[in-house]
Structure formats: C-alpha cells, structure tokens
C-alpha cells in the first residue's frame, strides 16, 4: 500500500537525525516545479502552507507537500530511504523525491513497527508474532527475544513525536483528536 503523507515522518526523523531543529524555517510555496528531480522529469508539487514559508513543526502539521518535497532533496532520498529502513520499513523503495509524498509501497506492518520505533523512544523493536511456546503444564518450551536497535536518540524520538502531535492538535489530523487522549 502507498503510505501517503504518513512517509513525510522518516523525512523529519532524518532531519532531525542530521541536526535540523523544528523550528528550522522551510520554503512552503503553493506550488513549485523541481527541473528533472524525480528520475530526470520535472518534478511538479503543490500544496503548501503558512504563507509561504513554515517551521518544520508547522509543515508537519499542516502536511505540507511543498516542504516536505524541498526538505527530501536537501537531505537526499537515499538518507530517508536509510531512515525508513533504520525505522523498521523492510520494503524495497526506489529513490526518488517523490517517495517523501508516499508514493512507496509499504506493508501496514512495517508503518506500524517505524512508528512504533518513536513511541519507544527512537529504539525499534523487531516486531514478533510468537514471544515464547508454553505447554500446559507451564514449562516454557522456548522464548523469543524481539530484537532492539537504537536508531534515534530519546531526545530526537521526542522531537519527531512532538511534531507528530501537532498534526492532530491543530493541523491536518484534527479529526483523529479524541477526548481524553
């Protein structure tokens, strides 16, 4: 399946990875042409946000594709494909700049075990469908152990999970704010 706007998040993970502040500022325009970027095609995008100009919490929770577009060719395809990876997505992804709007094929699985790797604080944990075998008798047969690598630091992990927020706080996602949560 194609992830859509949830790809921008390894996007902002790898920026964040590299030093980028979320508050950094990012050109936003409404629309924007990117001469032979997406396999040596014009690469045309539109959708942006916040006059022109946002932070990278503001693009994030107003999903702005234009921002996002830009932010792919600073940091470079391969560098995001990288994070994905590092994130937990086992697929196969061509790099092209356009990935960044999720034009990808990803497994439900895989979206779910990246952005679990946020939630646990930038450490991913290979995700395990048995975690031990136990006779009734209560002997335990065998255990498994999910494997853990640390791909984002704590503070780094926070700072993607805050501006992931933003988008049900105030942004695209406002619909999906539930009372209480």
């Known amino acids: 399946r194609q992830p859509g706007s949830t790809f921008k998040s390894f996007a902002l993970a ?3 990875r590299e030093g980028y502040s979320v508050e950094a500022l990012i050109e936003s325009p409404t629309r924007e042409v990117y001469p032979d970027a997406n396999g040596g095609v014009d690469w045309t995008v539109t959708g942006g946000c916040c006059g022109g100009v946002a932070t990278l919490l503001e693009a994030t929770a107003r999903s702005s594709n234009t921002s996002f577009a830009r932010l792919m060719l600073e940091l470079g395809p391969e560098n995001v494909i990288d994070m994905a990876h590092d994130l937990g997505i086992s697929a196969e992804l061509e790099p092209f700049p356009s990935l960044v709007l999720g034009t990808g094929e ?4 895989d979206m779910a075990a990246a952005y679990s790797t946020f939630a646990n604080e930038g450490t991913r944990i290979d995700p395990r469908v048995i975690t031990r075998i136990e006779r009734a008798d209560g002997t335990v047969l065998e255990q498994f152990e999910a494997t ?3 791909v984002l ?3 780094q992990a926070a700072k993607v999970t805050h501006a992931l927020q933003g988008v049900i706080e105030g942004g695209t996602g406002e619909q999906a704010m539930l009372p209480g949560r």
Do not use: I, K, P, Q
Request: aromatic content about 0%; glycine content about 0%; proline content about 0%.
């Open 153 to 155: 630091t704590v503070d």
């Open 148 to 150: 853990r690598t640390e």
């Open 14 to 16: 790898e920026a964040v």
């Open 106 to 109: 990803v497994s439900v699985l």
